[in-house]
């Protein structure tokens, strides 16, 4: 009988570099930048690492294909490197794999880093993402914005609002990730903006508009995992435990049944229902601190508060605006900015959100520090509405 | 009996007004303010000679059984292949049987008609009963040339065999000639064209009546048995003195489409028949005529089948279609003549993988998805496995035609980011009537008259266009309808 991940694994460790355009570095300079911060937390040898997991996403432009990146960039001594790539779940894909390798004691200690160098394309937004050889010729031509500028039109046309009134609660998600960003020091955008220069920004794909989406930057994200007792062996009294880690991926139900109206994400209200249950928390509005969720666009951020059962269906827009989920809120979403103001180097932002809960869990989020809190949510999408892989990870202090 | 069963007629719904031509070119060419009258169709940038073939021959199969199709005909002198026939990619796209004969009849402008004929004696010698047939052309002439205002994109198409004739062919005559008015190397853009002076008096003045007289003899008739006499000719004082030199009075003439949509290449002397057919009653002998390098002559005899014809688009629906184009520049870009940056992120270029084309050529090419025979539900695209959760009947699925459905909209988007032609992109998610839906580029719609919910009907389009290897891309797109 499977018994999930509660409690089985700590985090002793974590790192994460500057998010931005870093026009002077490289992913392999990223790598050691977030591994030096990331071993020098977990006050261990790096010999004592013995196997790793690397998440990289968009290859082309990235590292290349394989874990060899990491290996070769830290010269890790022949130990297993593994890469994973799920979209924007990269991140928590590679440390769902060190963490599930702690916990079936194969393993002592692991590493998970995630790192995407995007600003070497030439161009702004992300590169496409391939689809397959009958996508090619059949599926349009559509970017990130575009895919999920259709959420916030089935979203609107669901619940009867107008999208003047979903642009509104839009402009105040975005409006105050960029307020979080400005306390957030290793955040891509570190500037405030309004809601009235977000709703009068150029338009990307309507209807969301340029601040509507998230940074599109360079950056990488470590953590070093281990046994509750080996992590109390190690001297560590405060640490941080694991107590869920779910994923769902689209079953193609949404893009080729008739039962879905692209206003919600199915993969995100099944993989946060069973992580709840994983954590054993009952009532996630009430239960859960804090949140880094994947606000690759504004609309994403407003729908997934419902997928996660913390917003009722077609409320998200009032706790918006009633400001549940700012940073002196009830549950604060995004306290480090978000995909939207931290950055989004694809396969490091799992891992980057990770970092924030966990400094956030020590007392180590200096100006944006939440008062005591005991479990952090994050959550990742990847893909597109009608196609997506999800990951929900639950992470909190080791006696919560 | 033999002649036609059905009609078709597609132009695309963009009309740029010849006076807009005019303004943005008079600096350069005064001279054209003299054709600068009405306006001339244009196809939207994702349409071609093959797209608009499809379209024209969707609207004459309407109502008709397309599994009796013995044979596929596809005349244009602008196709985009050279070597892949064109009409076996039409013929893929109207999801028509495997066994049947298509050909593409290309290279002189009559071959519409030249095509018309090979069907005929095909059906005549008992060997087939069914022929479509389809020409269409997107002619491309050079800024500030007359010809770039004589000349407009449109195709035609015509059904022709033995049952439900509703025009009997009686009887029909060629001519060929190496009249040289103009022409193209294989491998050039732009036609090389004679002076005009010479191909009027030379050209149409001497061989339409040749080729006229020739059938009338050959069949003992005058010009007066006629009620309509049908014949193309651009240059607007020569197609009345025609009319004239062969005796037809003015009445009897069907007009030449220079007001509304210009000249259509090979499709214009089908298209003009097919509108002369449109206002046609039981019992009336229509005289057809094409021109280019000589002419093929035709003498028909409308039915009393014509009043039971289904309603369809036709020509006359097709010009009731009309988008006005604002731009001249959007003209020259929809025809790649601008040469509008489109940035980097446009320079990624990938080859289309030709024998994924091959495996699933009925789902791209004919937009046909799956039925699940086990719980009856519809998918695009077809798979192994049925998407219904309560089902996943495993190998399960027949063919299932999406291309004749309408489908509304769930959600769209208007996408400024992404590489297009014409930004936004806009694209969207379809739900199909009786089940099954899909992503599709939306096209000939404007991103604020779009609603979730409308009504999309489905349009055969090119998709891209791969400039380093020659392949053009073609699917499907949804064409948002004007709510009534």
Redesign the interface.
């Given at each position: 009988m499977a018994t999930g991940i509660k409690d089985k694994v700590a985090i002793i460790g974590m790192g994460c570099t500057k998010f931005g355009e870093r026009w002077d570095v490289g992913a392999e300079e990223l790598i050691v930048e977030a591994f030096q911060e990331c071993i020098e937390d977990a006050g261990i040898d790096r010999k004592e690492i013995q196997a790793a997991w690397q998440g990289t996403c968009i290859d082309e432009v990235n590292v290349g294909k394989s874990a060899l990146a990491l290996a070769l960039t830290l010269h890790l001594p022949y130990i297993p490197v593994t890469r994973t790539e799920n979209f924007c779940a990269t991140g928590t894909e590679a440390f769902r794999g060190a963490v599930y390798a702690v916990a079936s004691g194969a393993y002592d200690i692991c590493l998970a880093l995630g790192v995407e160098k995007l600003k070497d394309?030439?161009?702004g937004?992300l590169?496409?993402i391939g689809g397959g050889?009958?996508a090619?010729?059949?599926?349009?031509?559509?970017?990130a914005?575009?895919g999920f500028?259709?959420?916030a039109?089935?979203y609107?046309?669901k619940h009867g609002l107008s999208m003047d009134e979903v642009k509104k609660a839009m402009a105040h998600i975005s409006a105050k990730s960029h307020y979080n960003g400005s306390l957030s020091p290793k955040a891509h955008l570190q500037r405030p903006v309004s809601e009235d220069q977000i709703l009068n920004s150029p338009?990307?794909?309507?209807?969301?508009g340029l601040y509507d989406c998230c940074g599109v930057s360079d950056g990488a994200a470590a953590a070093i995992v281990t046994t509750p007792e080996i992590a109390r062996s190690l001297g560590k009294k405060d640490y941080v435990t694991v107590k869920a880690l779910q994923i769902a991926i689209s079953?193609?139900?949404e893009?080729?049944?008739?039962n879905w109206?692209?206003d919600h994400f199915v993969t995100t209200s099944k993989a946060s229902s069973l992580a709840y249950k994983e954590a054993g928390v009952n009532n996630p509005r009430e239960e859960v601190s804090m949140m880094e969720v994947h606000d690759c666009f504004s609309i994403t951020e407003l729908v997934t508060y419902e997928d996660l059962h913390i917003s009722e269906r077609g409320k998200a827009p009032k706790d918006v605006m009633e400001g549940f989920y700012d940073i002196n809120g009830k549950i604060p979403c995004q306290p480090d900015g978000g995909l939207k103001c931290f950055g989004h180097p694809i396969g490091a932002s799992g891992i980057r959100m990770l970092y924030e809960m966990y400094l956030q869990l020590l007392g180590r989020a200096g100006k944006r520090q939440i008062q005591n809190p005991k479990l952090g949510l994050t959550h990742n999408l990847g893909g597109f509405p009608?196609m997506n892989i999800n990951s929900v990870a639950i992470i909190g202090r080791h006696d919560a | 009996m033999i002649g036609i069963v059905s009609y078709g007629g597609y132009v695309p719904r963009l009309r740029l007004p010849r006076m807009t031509m005019f303004q943005s070119m008079a600096w350069f060419a005064p001279a054209t303010i003299a054709v600068a009258q009405g306006e001339r169709s244009v196809c939207n940038w994702d349409e071609d000679a093959l797209s608009m073939g499809v379209e024209a021959a969707r609207d004459c199969l309407k109502g008709t059984d397309k599994a009796g199709v013995d044979a596929l005909f596809l005349a244009s002198t602008t196709l985009p292949y050279a070597d892949r026939q064109n009409a076996g990619i039409a013929s893929t796209a109207l999801n028509l049987k495997n066994e049947i004969l298509t050909a593409d009849f290309t290279g002189s402008l009559k071959a519409g008609t030249t095509a018309m004929i090979s069907a005929f004696e095909s059906l005549q010698s008992g060997n087939k009963n069914s022929i479509l047939v389809a020409a269409s052309d997107k002619r491309e002439a050079k800024a500030g040339y007359f010809y770039e205002m004589w000349f407009g994109d449109g195709a035609a198409s015509l059904l022709l065999g033995k049952e439900g004739v509703i025009a009997e062919l009686k009887g029909y005559h060629s001519v060929s000639y190496d009249f040289p008015d103009h022409y193209r190397d294989a491998a050039k853009k732009y036609d090389y064209i004679w002076e005009e002076r010479w191909i009027r008096d030379e050209g149409y003045v001497k061989i339409l009546p040749e080729a006229i007289n020739g059938l009338l003899s050959k069949y003992s008739l005058s010009i007066g048995d006629f009620s309509k006499v049908i014949y193309p000719c651009f240059f607007s004082r020569e197609h009345a003195a025609i009319a004239k030199k062969i005796g037809a009075s003015p009445q009897m003439v069907q007009g030449n489409m220079h007001e509304t949509c210009g000249e259509m290449g090979t499709a214009h002397p089908l298209a003009m028949f097919i509108h002369a057919l449109e206002d046609a009653k039981p019992g009336d002998k229509l005289l057809l005529a094409s021109f280019g390098q000589g002419s093929d002559a035709f003498w028909f005899e409308v039915t009393e089948n014509i009043a039971k014809l289904p309603a369809r688009n036709g020509i006359k629906g097709s010009l009731a279609k009309r988008k006005e184009m604002e731009s001249y520049t959007k003209f020259c870009q929809f025809r790649d003549r601008l040469g509008a940056d489109t940035?980097?992120?446009a320079e990624?270029s990938?080859q289309?993988?030709l024998s994924?084309?091959w495996r699933?050529r009925k789902?791209?090419l004919g937009l046909v998805g799956g039925r699940c025979k086990v719980c009856g539900?519809p998918?695009?695209?077809k798979?192994d496995v049925c998407?219904?959760?309560e089902c996943h009947a495993v190998y399960e699925q027949e063919d299932y035609e999406f291309s004749g459905r309408k489908a509304k909209i769930?959600?769209?988007?208007?996408?400024?980011?992404?590489?297009?032609i014409d930004p936004?992109?806009i694209?969207?998610?379809v739900?199909f009537e009786g089940?099954?839906?899909?992503?599709?580029?939306f096209t000939d719609c404007e991103?604020e008259k779009l609603g979730?919910?409308q009504t999309v009907k489905m349009s055969f389009r090119k998709?891209?266009y791969d400039k380093e290897r020659g392949f053009h891309?073609y699917?499907w797109k949804a064409v948002p309808q004007e709510e009534a």
């Open positions: 394309t030439g161009y937004g590169p496409s050889s009958l090619f010729f059949t599926m349009p031509n559509m970017t914005p575009g500028a259709m959420l039109q089935g609107a046309a338009m990307i794909a309507y209807p969301l079953s193609g139900e893009l080729q049944y008739d109206d692209f009608f | 940035g980097i992120r990624v990938a289309s993988p994924v084309l699933k789902a791209i539900t998918q695009f695209p798979t998407v219904k959760p769930i959600s769209f988007t208007g996408d400024l980011l992404a590489v297009s936004p992109a694209y969207g998610m739900q089940g099954g839906r899909t992503l599709l580029d991103l979730v919910g998709r891209w891309g699917f």
